[in-house]
């Protein structure tokens, strides 16, 4: 039987996981993360499971090693909150790549559109009977300029939905597809050119406040940024004084660098304690929504079969095609190519 220490776990985790859970494995669902000060929770376990919150830095990797796990299993794309260059060679590490792009990038052009045909405002004008149109005046998507920032499966998907509304889009990657039709351009042309600026990288080293003072600077004024790839990716105390500044038109944010103590929490009721991000929900023109660009039951019914599959296939198998490592992460340099495992 493998046994799994869940943590993180939502509810909407367990409606997902419970029913497909055979009695190949034995689950422990724990709300807390995994962290220094959890990870003795793990102690027995073969595998723990975690999502983009749970910490997984060398000391946890030495915890979950100590105790004898043998398999990180992310139930999300994203890895940056593990350190795989610490984890090669002590513990393997799987994840879910794709479980549904679709659900990411409709979610983007949903903050999108939300924000600037001021829906938010509308919803809650009309719920007071409040019928007045002042200052709800949008703009046309038609003919406006969008930059992509990462063309993976996510980034891809939002292009062509931007297409779809006649819209100009421009492409940036450091890895750009060979022979596509995607118009790549620079990232500081990305900066330039767009009205529009959607991330879809991921967080590395490299990508980290990608968005600052000297990238806003460089933006049109007005620009929207919409990002629902990693809250890192966007320096939140320069957008906040890009905003103030007029620089940026609107911000679209589904994650936020400052998110794992309280993202998925309800706090109503509390004093928020992040002055940054209650000055940026202040914001009329600030959309913030919660990590839930994945949440829709297609991507949960895949996250669940997806991760219990890499965990009894590597577990039975010794391998996944899912793994990843640190050399996966450098393209092309993981001599395993996924047919084995990464060490
Ligand atoms: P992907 O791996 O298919 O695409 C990522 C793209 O970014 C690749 O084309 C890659 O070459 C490119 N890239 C790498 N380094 C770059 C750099 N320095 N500059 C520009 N581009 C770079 O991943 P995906 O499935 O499209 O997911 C994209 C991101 O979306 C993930 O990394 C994750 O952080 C985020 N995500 C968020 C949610 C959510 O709920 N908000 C859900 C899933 C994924």
Same mark, same amino acid.
């Given at each position: 039987?493998?046994?799994?220490? $869940?943590?993180?776990?939502?509810?909407?985790?367990?409606?997902?996981?419970?029913?497909? @859970?055979?009695?190949?494995?034995?689950?422990?669902?724990?709300?807390?993360?995994?962290?220094? *000060?959890?990870? %003795?929770?793990?102690?027995?376990?073969?595998?723990?499971?975690?999502?983009?919150? *749970?910490?997984?830095?060398?000391?946890?990797?030495?915890?979950?090693?100590?105790?004898?796990?043998?398999?990180?299993?992310?139930?999300?794309? +994203?890895?940056?909150?593990?350190?795989?260059?610490?984890? $090669?060679?002590?513990? !393997?590490?799987?994840?879910?790549? &794709?479980?549904?792009?679709? =659900?990411? &990038?409709? !979610?983007?052009? &949903?903050?999108?559109?939300?924000?600037?045909?001021?829906? !938010?405002?509308?919803? #809650?004008?009309?719920?007071? $009977?409040?019928?007045?149109?002042?200052?709800?005046?949008?703009?046309?998507?038609?003919?406006?300029?969008?930059?992509?920032?990462?063309?993976?499966?996510?980034?891809?998907?939002?292009?062509?939905?931007?297409?779809?509304?006649?819209?100009?889009?421009?492409?940036?990657?450091?890895?750009?597809?060979?022979?596509?039709?995607?118009?790549?351009?620079?990232?500081?042309?990305?900066?330039?050119?767009?009205? #529009? @600026?959607?991330?879809?990288?991921?967080?590395? *080293?490299?990508?980290?406040?990608?968005?600052?003072?000297?990238?806003?600077?460089?933006?049109?004024? +007005?620009?929207?940024?919409?990002?629902?790839?990693?809250?890192?990716?966007?320096?939140?105390?320069?957008?906040?004084?890009?905003?103030?500044?007029? %620089? #940026?038109?609107?911000?679209?944010?589904?994650?936020?660098?400052?998110?794992?103590?309280?993202?998925?929490?309800?706090?109503?009721?509390?004093?928020?304690?992040? *002055?940054?991000? =209650?000055?940026? @929900?202040?914001?009329?023109?600030?959309?913030?929504?919660? !990590? %839930?660009?994945?949440?829709?039951?297609?991507?949960?019914?895949? @996250?669940?079969?997806?991760?219990?599959?890499?965990?009894?296939?590597?577990?039975? %198998?010794?391998?996944?095609?899912?793994?990843?490592?640190?050399?996966?992460?450098?393209?092309?340099?993981?001599?395993?190519?996924?047919?084995?495992?990464?060490?």
């Amino acid at each position: 039987m493998i046994k799994v220490a $869940f943590f993180d776990a939502k509810e909407y985790d367990t409606n997902s996981f419970t029913p497909k @859970i055979t009695s190949e494995f034995k689950v422990k669902f724990y709300e807390t993360k995994l962290s220094a *000060d959890t990870v %003795q929770l793990a102690k027995g376990c073969d595998v723990v499971c975690i999502f983009v919150n *749970d910490i997984c830095d060398k000391d946890v990797i030495d915890g979950l090693v100590a105790n004898g796990v043998k398999l990180i299993a992310l139930r999300c794309a +994203g890895y940056n909150n593990v350190d795989i260059e610490y984890a $090669f060679g002590k513990i !393997h590490i799987v994840r879910v790549p &794709a479980y549904s792009p679709y =659900a990411v &990038a409709e !979610h983007a052009m &949903a903050l999108l559109l939300t924000s600037i045909r001021r829906i !938010h405002k509308a919803f #809650i004008r009309t719920r007071d $009977f409040n019928f007045s149109l002042s200052g709800l005046t949008g703009f046309d998507l038609h003919g406006k300029t969008v930059g992509v920032v990462g063309t993976g499966k996510i980034g891809r998907i939002f292009m062509d939905i931007c297409k779809g509304f006649g819209m100009n889009v421009l492409g940036y990657d450091k890895f750009p597809i060979k022979d596509s039709d995607i118009n790549y351009v620079s990232l500081d042309e990305i900066w330039e050119k767009s009205d #529009i @600026i959607s991330l879809h990288c991921p967080l590395t *080293d490299e990508t980290t406040h990608m968005v600052n003072a000297e990238s806003i600077a460089k933006m049109k004024k +007005g620009v929207v940024l919409v990002n629902t790839s990693r809250g890192a990716l966007v320096d939140s105390e320069a957008l906040l004084e890009g905003i103030k500044a007029r %620089q #940026i038109g609107a911000a679209c944010l589904d994650v936020y660098e400052e998110e794992a103590n309280v993202f998925f929490h309800d706090f109503s009721g509390h004093i928020v304690e992040d *002055d940054v991000l =209650a000055r940026l @929900i202040s914001m009329p023109n600030v959309i913030v929504t919660s !990590h %839930q660009a994945f949440l829709t039951s297609d991507a949960l019914e895949n @996250i669940a079969t997806t991760t219990l599959a890499n965990i009894k296939e590597f577990m039975e %198998q010794g391998r996944s095609a899912n793994e990843v490592c640190y050399k996966c992460d450098k393209v092309g340099s993981c001599p395993q190519k996924h047919e084995g495992k990464c060490f």
